[in-house]
């Protein structure tokens, strides 16, 4: 059975600083992979898509990368804001399965 | 488009009674996801839709829990009896044809009692 692990599970920076957000899954047969922000009592909120055969997406500040033969993925945040702060998960899919990690919560200090 | 919409948003209930949770995917997705989240366990996948048929249900916790599609724009998941180990946030989502993104609804907070 696929395992996602996301570390740290708690990260808190000053505002402007760069940050990275890592997940890590046990099985590289997998479809793509996502990464979600949530915040408190919300649901999630999609932030970038890689598909198997990409290695990053790039969407504003936030900067996704993938090495499916290592099984890992990381979430770049550029020059953090206070609005940032949520938690993050991120979600491998091996087609009809679907399997999250435990996210990490994110708090940028003003 | 409203995006994936679900009701109620929260629910409570005692335990033996029971409870229905609906969802409407976004229009012209084909694909439609309920997931379960606790503290306790994160995000668990309960069961996944295909053009409204059942394509795996091997999350669904036991047989009081069932979930129907009787169309391509609603969903219901029903408890019966709900059991106070049955409080969580309940999630639905909905992607289209090709395997891309993921669409989640704000979700049911449910407490049973």
């Known amino acids: 059975k696929q395992e996602v692990t996301q570390i740290p599970a708690a990260l808190s920076v000053p505002e402007g600083e760069n940050l990275v957000l890592n997940c890590s899954f046990t099985?590289?047969?997998?479809?793509?992979l996502q990464w979600f922000r949530q915040d408190p009592g919300k649901g999630l909120t999609s932030l970038l898509l890689?598909?198997?055969?990409?290695r990053e997406q790039t969407s504003g500040r936030l900067n996704a990368s993938l090495d499916k033969s290592s099984g890992r993925s990381t979430l770049y945040i550029a020059a953090s804001q206070p609005g940032d702060s949520a938690t993050y998960l991120c979600?491998?899919?091996?087609?009809?399965?679907?399997?999250f990690g435990t996210g990490t919560s994110l708090t940028v200090i003003p | 488009d409203a995006g994936v919409i679900q009701s109620p948003r929260h629910e409570v209930t005692e335990m033996g009674q029971e409870v229905t949770l609906r969802c409407k995917p976004i229009?012209?997705?084909?694909?439609l996801f309920w997931y379960r989240q606790t503290m306790m366990r994160g995000l668990e996948l309960l069961i996944y839709f295909n053009n409204n048929v059942p394509i795996d249900d091997s999350g669904m916790p036991e047989d009081r829990f069932s979930a129907k599609m009787p169309n391509a724009s609603f969903s219901t998941l029903k408890i019966q009896p709900s059991e106070p180990r049955d409080s969580a946030v309940y999630f639905c989502?909905?992607?289209?044809?090709?395997?891309?993104?993921?669409?989640f609804g704000p979700g049911t907070r449910l407490t049973v009692l």
């Open positions: 099985d590289s047969a997998i479809y793509n």
């Open positions: 229009s012209g997705h084909n694909s």
């Open positions: 890689i598909q198997s055969s990409q």
């Open positions: 989502a909905s992607r289209d044809r090709g395997y891309n993104e993921q669409f």
């Open positions: 979600a491998v899919s091996t087609g009809n399965q679907f399997y």
